[in-house]
C-alpha cells in the first residue's frame, strides 16, 4: 500500500498543503471561495424568508440561481464547479495520506472529516453543474424524491431512520468542531496577528454552529418522515431554514441562523488563504 501512495506522496510534498500538485491546490482554494459565497448568499436568502420576502430558496440552488443571474453568472459557475471538483479530490488526499502533524485517533477523525468534505464539495458540483445544463431540482424536491424512493424499498422506514440518524451523528460532528474549534488545526495562521486568528476563529465557530443546527433540523424532518412513512415530511435545508422560521422564536430565530451561515462564508475566504490539509 505504502508504495502505491508514494507518487501521491510526492505530489503532495510538491506544495504547500495536502493536495495532490500545485494545480489542484490553486483550483481547491477557488473552489473554497465559492463555497463561502454560496454560504453568504444562502445567508441572504434565509434573511428574506425571516422578513417574508417571496424570493428563490434558502438553500444552495437558490444560491446558484443568484450568481447565475449575474453578468458574469456562467463563467463564475463553471469556475465554481472545477473548484469544488479540486476540493474534492485534495480532501479525498488528505483522507488517505494527509493531517501529518496530527496522529491516531486524532488524524481518524480529520480523516474522516476529509471524507465529509469531499462529499459536500461534489454534492454542490452536482447542484451547479445540473443547473448549468438545465436541471432545477430544488433541494426540498430533491429531498423528498430519496425519501420516498428510500421509503418504497423493504424495510424503507427503517433505512430512512438510519439516514436520519446519520445525519444528526453529522450534525453533533459538526456542533464538536465548533464548540472546540478544531478547524482551526487545519489552517497555517502562524504569520497572522492575534486579532486576525481570533477573528477567523470566531466566524468558523459561529459558523460551525449554525450549519450544525441547520441540518439537525434536516434530520429531524428526515426522521419524521421515516417515523410517519411519509416523504412530503422531508426536507432540505429551506426546509429546515422555514421550520426554523415556524418555531415560537421565530423570525430573530432565523436571523441568527442566516448570520451563522454569513460567518461561515467569511470563514471561507479565509480557510481558502490558509488552508493546509
Not at 469544488?84 to 485517533?105: E, H, K, M, N, S
Request: with cysteine; aromatic share 6%.
Amino acid at each position: 500500500m505504502a508504495q502505491r501512495l508514494a507518487p501521491l506522496h510526492n505530489l503532495v510534498r510538491e506544495g504547500r498543503s495536502d493536495a495532490p500538485g500545485r494545480v489542484v491546490d490553486l483550483l481547491g482554494r477557488i473552489g473554497l471561495v465559492g463555497y463561502g459565497i454560496v454560504h453568504v448568499l444562502v445567508a441572504w436568502l434565509a434573511l428574506q424568508v425571516a422578513f417574508g420576502v417571496p424570493n428563490a430558496p434558502a438553500d444552495a440552488g437558490g444560491a446558484v440561481g443568484t450568481i447565475a443571474r449575474t453578468p458574469v453568472g456562467v463563467l463564475a459557475l463553471v469556475l465554481a464547479a472545477i473548484g469544488l471538483v479540486a476540493f474534492a479530490l485534495w480532501q479525498v488526499t488528505a483522507a488517505a495520506i494527509g493531517f501529518r502533524w496530527v496522529r491516531d485517533g486524532e488524524r481518524v477523525r480529520k480523516r474522516v472529516g476529509a471524507v465529509a468534505k469531499s462529499i459536500a464539495m461534489t454534492a454542490l458540483a452536482v447542484v451547479v453543474v445540473n443547473y448549468l445544463t438545465g436541471v432545477r431540482g430544488g433541494g426540498d424536491a430533491t429531498a423528498q424524491d430519496l425519501a420516498a424512493n428510500v421509503l418504497d424499498l423493504p424495510a424503507g422506514r427503517v433505512l430512512f431512520g438510519l439516514v436520519a440518524g446519520l445525519i444528526l451523528v453529522l450534525a453533533g460532528a459538526m456542533t464538536y468542531t465548533g464548540v472546540r474549534r478544531t478547524f482551526m488545526g487545519d489552517l497555517d495562521v502562524r504569520d497572522l496577528s492575534p486579532t486576525a486568528r481570533r477573528a477567523i476563529e470566531l466566524a468558523g465557530a459561529i459558523g460551525h454552529l449554525a450549519r450544525a443546527l441547520a441540518l439537525a433540523v434536516v434530520g429531524l424532518l428526515a426522521g419524521t418522515a421515516a417515523l410517519f412513512a411519509d416523504p412530503a415530511r422531508a426536507g432540505g435545508l429551506d426546509a429546515a431554514l422555514r421550520a426554523l422560521g415556524a418555531t415560537p422564536l421565530g423570525a430573530g430565530l432565523l436571523v441568527v441562523v442566516a448570520v451563522g451561515f454569513a460567518a461561515f462564508g467569511v470563514f471561507c475566504f479565509a480557510d481558502a488563504a490558509t488552508r493546509r490539509a
